[in-house]
């Protein structure tokens, strides 16, 4: 959890250029309260991005924390928690529909998709069923408390209930029928998941102590056996050709002082190996806050989002091909990136 602070003015900045056929399309979450979250565009031969590309489209910031951004059948959907909305827009960054959650239904949170529906969890302890066409409710599907992020795997949506961190437990949604089935017991404050191969991946925050510090779990879930098994400690994970690349950023909450570590986990043999995976010597990825690590599925390459100083100031992300040789900086001109969605034009 981050220590909320007085939300600033934040006007619309930059000129009005946009990008053209951008693949990359990057969540800037804001500062809470501040109704500052945006997009920005990035183009990856290009080598050029669009800091605040949604508001440069529809003339307005998405609101208030933007929670998660997801490519769908040529379009992006984004949750924005705090200001209650999922919306669906093209790839030019025009917004094209939106729903709102009621206070019943409570903020959206993360989401997954397959063929006509997008899957949302909502903090009433809920996942809401949406079609992708007009984002529609079509059904709920009951769940544990406070859910983060959903996951498809082999039929199923498993569903991270964090329980603002007094739940331990994933939820098992049959797809077909979308009715809750089974729950899994695994380490408290569960967060999100990744699928690798044949398998599941969690990140659990664990317990927090009195100065906010947890241990954050990686485990390995059994889904059909219903069992958990924590294999180290990690707060970022992601899954490319049998390989998880994973970080451990460890703050201290009272300096800012942030050390990270980068490491990978071979999903067939089981094994960590703590070489760093990023190569060169890279004082800004080796201290300061990670708060996005992603993967384009399209090719490995991997960009991973640095918090501003104190999670106030503009974000960076560096972009690596998957061996780890660094590819291109770039400031994303706005705080906190968070998620990432990649685009296939093939």
């Known amino acids: 959890m981050l220590a909320s602070c007085e939300p600033e003015e934040y006007p619309l900045g930059g000129d009005d250029s946009v990008v053209s056929s951008p693949d990359v399309f990057i969540l800037c979450e804001g500062l809470w309260g501040a109704n500052n979250a945006d997009i920005t565009a990035y183009k990856s031969d290009s080598l050029l991005c669009t800091g605040e590309y949604y508001s440069k489209q529809n003339g307005q910031y998405l609101g208030d924390t933007g929670q998660d951004i997801l490519y769908h059948k040529d379009h992006l959907y984004v949750s924005v928690s705090g200001s209650s909305y999922l919306a669906k827009l093209d790839l030019e960054g025009r917004e094209l529909a939106r729903y709102e959650f009621s206070p019943e239904e409570g903020q959206p949170r993360y989401l997954a998709a397959e063929g006509d529906y997008i899957y949302?969890?909502?903090?009433?302890?809920?996942?809401?069923k949406m079609h992708v066409a007009d984002l529609r409710v079509v059904a709920y599907a009951p769940v544990g408390m406070n859910p983060e992020d959903i996951v498809l795997y082999k039929g199923y949506l498993l569903v991270a209930n964090s329980g603002w961190g007094n739940d331990n437990t994933l939820t098992v949604i049959d797809v077909a029928t979308f009715d809750s089935i089974a729950s899994i017991t695994v380490e408290w404050n569960p967060q999100q998941m990744v699928v690798a191969g044949d398998s599941v991946y969690l990140?659990?925050?664990?317990?927090?102590?009195?100065n906010w510090n947890c241990p954050y779990y990686l485990q390995s879930i059994d889904v059909e056996n219903r069992t958990a098994r924590t294999i180290t400690n990690a707060t970022h994970a992601v899954a490319y050709d049998g390989t998880l690349y994973l970080c451990y950023s460890a703050t201290d909450w009272a300096t800012y002082e942030t050390v990270n570590k980068f490491f990978t986990y071979d999903v067939e043999t089981a094994a960590i190996d703590t070489d760093s995976f990023l190569k060169g010597d890279n004082e800004e990825t080796a201290s300061n806050s990670v708060y996005m690590m992603e993967v384009n599925p399209n090719n490995g390459e991997l960009f991973i989002g640095l918090a501003g100083n104190k999670f106030v100031s503009s974000g960076i992300v560096h972009r690596f091909e998957q061996d780890g040789t660094p590819i291109h900086r770039f400031d994303v001109q706005g705080p906190n990136p968070n998620q990432a969605a990649f685009v296939n034009y093939q």
Do not use: E, W
């Open 120 to 128: 949302v969890t909502l903090y009433s302890g809920r996942v809401a």
């Open 203 to 210: 990140l659990a925050n664990g317990q927090y102590d009195a």
